[in-house]
């Protein structure tokens, strides 16, 4: 089963309006973190926000916030006021921090979201 | 630089061939992560350090590769006899601390392209 899904292959969005991208994710691990980077097309990953499961609040970061729904096991990231410079892959991560005490803090990702901002 | 960075950034290889691919993690950052990302695809783990220690090579795809971080810092992934499925990006990720709520970062990675 994946362990992180991301459904959405590729998303549109006009200069600075606000998009969403969904991130769903599988584990029975009670302790986990999830992360969401941008990957230019210069390929180094950025990292742009954290959450922890245990989190009281929804993580948020400048223009990046993660909606965060423990109960539906989903991590959406929002972007608000969208940049041209958002053009990117973005990918959803999870690390687990149990996994059969032999979690080193490994992430797993999900297959990406391409997503285009216009002008 | 302050970063993560990576060696060379682009290698090219004939399949069969031996490549070695370098890691400079962030200065004093104890674990070291090595992921593969195919094209089109999200990174895959496959090794980690802790210090010079390997901990986990769970990841890796076959006993052609082999990676080593023998003082603790620079870190080196090795590819034997190169195969056509092995290209893919090849990327590095430290952290300060071994501790797991660490958040990872990755240098630019070294695209790999076996012929």
Known sequence: AQKITQTQPGMFVQEKEAV????????SDPSYGLFWYKQPSSGEMIFLI?????????ATEGRYSLNFQK????????????QLGD???YFCAMREHNAGGTSYGKLTFGQGTILTVHP | GAGVSQSPRYKVA??????????????????????QQALGQGPEFLTYFQNEAQLDKSGLPSDRFFAER??????TLKIQRTQQE???????????????????????GTRLLVL
Request: proline share 4%.
């Open chain 2, 14 to 35: 004939k399949r069969g061939q031996d490549v070695a691919l370098r890691c400079d993690p962030i200065s004093g950052h104890v674990s070291l992560f090595w992921y």
């Open chain 1, 50 to 58: 954290y959450q922890g499961s245990y989190d009281q609040q929804n």
């Open chain 1, 20 to 27: 969403t991208l969904d991130c769903t994710y599988d584990t």
């Open chain 2, 86 to 108: 092995d290209s893919a990006v090849y990327l590095c990720a430290s952290t300060i601390t071994a501790q797991r709520r660490e958040t990872q970062y990755f240098g630019p």
């Open chain 1, 87 to 89: 053009s990117a892959m």
């Open chain 1, 71 to 82: 109960a539906r096991k989903s991590a959406n990231l929002v972007i608000s006021a969208s």
């Open chain 2, 70 to 75: 023998p003082e603790g810092s620079v870190s």
